[in-house]
């Protein structure tokens, strides 16, 4: 069965910067579109980036526009979120998904998820 399993969240300070992986086993991330979400306390899920199975086509919320890029290595079965700038807003905990062939911004869109990684932002 496919599995993600997200990884690189921590504890910095705002404008500092944070690489999140996501590996995916179990298969390949070939011809899987990935994404990844976030859900801070008490607040609904919501998007942040995707990506396209070949990397050509990637998507963005705008909260995230001009701060965050999202890339990956399908050699080794891995999707990037570069995070730079954070800010306060961005503590979430951070998941990434994966579908079949093409991207999307809706949850309910992706066949796969991880369980998450935690990126705290303090002042």
């Known amino acids: 069965q496919v599995q993600l399993v997200e990884s690189g969240g921590g504890l910095v300070q705002a404008g500092d910067s944070l690489r999140l992986s996501c590996v995916v086993s179990g298969g390949t991330v070939n011809y899987y579109a990935m994404g990844w979400f976030r859900q801070a306390p008490g607040k609904e899920r919501e998007f942040v980036s995707a990506?396209?199975?070949?990397?050509?086509?990637?998507m963005y919320s705008d909260s995230v526009k001009d701060r965050f890029t999202i890339s990956r290595d399908n050699a080794k079965n891995t999707v990037y979120l570069q995070m730079g700038s954070l800010l306060p807003a961005d503590t979430a905990v951070y998941y990434c998904?994966?579908?079949?062939?093409?991207?999307?911004?809706?949850?309910?869109?992706?066949?796969?998820w991880g369980q998450g990684t935690q990126v705290t932002v303090s002042s």
């Open positions: 998904a994966a579908r079949r062939t093409s991207t999307s911004r809706y949850e309910n869109a992706y066949d796969y």
């Open positions: 990506i396209s199975w070949s990397g050509s086509t990637t």
